[in-house]
């Protein structure tokens, strides 16, 4: 990784504060970490300050640090330790990010490098005349199937040609970035593939080509092959001359296939038997007992192992309680898993532990059984 310092004291203010919104906001995600972890802050504060002016300033870097309670060399390592964050000014209209990674690359993204030098300035991190854009070369940006592509600000814009990467640095520097549209260049939906979809299209209309063309063409010889002269061994040797028979001996199997009458349909398979549990049948001596639905039944899905669908069955079958499946005997716990098809799931999340808990202290006694909430 090269060297990343800040800029020069020249180009550094001699302070820095969040506007009003944007003190709000930092407050707000502070409180989102617990004491003693408010530290972990530190790069959205940074990427805020950046989003505010432009690039991390020294004063930025020593404000968030002051309002973290961190050292400020803790806070600079994170600062020129990710190429996130800008050290030194960029355009103020325009900082245009463009990929050289290699999908970039193949499809033309040292022509983007070359517009961004003849439009904004020969160097990256340097800035044109008037200061309003600047570049740099990045290196993957997530969009490869959509190369090259340049990111500005938030947004990507991709499928480019430096043409068309002309028309969007001249409308960013006219004030008038808001008005082109991030994302594909051409007429792609997102990352979709060019002139539309290729798959899972509705059925070709046109005729299937018949058996004999089918198997024809199948055994026919590629045209390396076909244009090779015989060899004299191919000639004497019968063994030998197979590969150039074979269009004929296959021409001819076709049309044994089609003289032969076709075989009759085979009898469709019976109806496969019900699963041992489930052909028991509800009234099986094994069967939970049900009850009637009650006014606030548990929710059930608390239960690792049991989602919406089986919460459902389970109540089709009467089953609406904690108390119900903690009181579970293993005959009743098998039917269910035969009747579930859950193969085992019941004893192996052990749902009868997890109710008991539930049925005596909800979710603060799962908690204090498990460790851990419940799902």
């Known amino acids: 990784m090269s060297v990343r310092r800040l800029a020069e004291d020249q180009f550094q ?67 020129t330790f990710y190429t996130q964050f800008q050290l030194g000014p960029v355009g103020t209209r325009a900082h245009v990010q463009v990929c050289g990674t290699t ?24 800035r044109n005349a008037e200061g309003t854009l600047s570049w740099e070369e990045v290196e993957c940006l997530g969009a490869c199937v959509n190369a090259p592509m340049v990111m500005i600000g938030k947004d990507t814009y991709e499928d480019l040609t430096p043409e068309r990467l002309e028309e969007i640095i001249d409308t960013f520097n006219a004030g008038n970035g808001a008005s082109i549209k991030p994302g594909p260049q051409i007429d792609r939906h997102f990352s979709s593939p060019e002139g539309g979809p290729t798959t899972l299209l509705a059925p070709d209309p046109k005729p299937k080509a018949s058996a004999k063309k089918a198997v024809g063409d199948a055994v026919s010889l590629p045209p390396s092959e076909a244009g090779r002269p015989k060899s004299a061994d191919a000639e004497t040797n019968p063994a030998l001359k197979t590969p150039h ?113 539930l049925a005596k202290g909800g979710e603060a006694e799962y908690i204090k059984v498990f460790g851990k909430k419940p799902r």
């Not at 906001?25 to 002016?53: C, F, H, N």
């Not at 085979?266 to 939970?288: C, I, M, V, Y």
């Open 103 to 126: 999908p970039c690359m193949l499809r033309g993204s040292e022509g983007l490098m070359k517009v961004c030098k003849s439009k904004i300035h020969d160097h990256p991190f340097e």
């Open 245 to 357: 028979t074979a269009p004929k001996a296959a021409a001819n199997n076709v049309k044994a296939v089609e003289a032969a009458p076709l075989p009759a349909p085979a009898a469709k398979p019976a109806k496969a038997a019900a699963a041992p549990a489930a052909s028991k049948g509800l009234a099986d001596k094994n069967r939970p007992v049900g009850i009637e639905k009650p006014t606030a039944p548990d929710d059930l899905k608390l239960i690792s192992g049991v989602g919406p669908k089986i919460e459902a069955i389970l109540n089709e079958l009467g089953i609406f309680t904690y108390a119900q499946v903690a009181g579970w005997k293993k005959a009743e716990r098998e039917w269910v898993d035969g009747y579930l098809n859950f193969k085992g799931r019941i004893e192996r999340d052990d749902w009868a532990k997890q109710a008991k808990a």
């Open 13 to 79: 203010p001699a302070a820095f504060a969040f506007n009003d919104e944007n003190a709000v906001w930092a407050d707000k995600t502070i409180k989102k970490y617990p004491a003693g972890r408010q530290q972990s802050a530190v790069i959205p504060l940074l990427m805020r300050a950046q989003e505010q002016d432009g690039w991390v300033t020294r004063a930025a870097i020593e404000k968030v640090a002051d309002m973290l309670d961190m050292a400020y060399i803790r806070v600079l390592e994170v600062a």
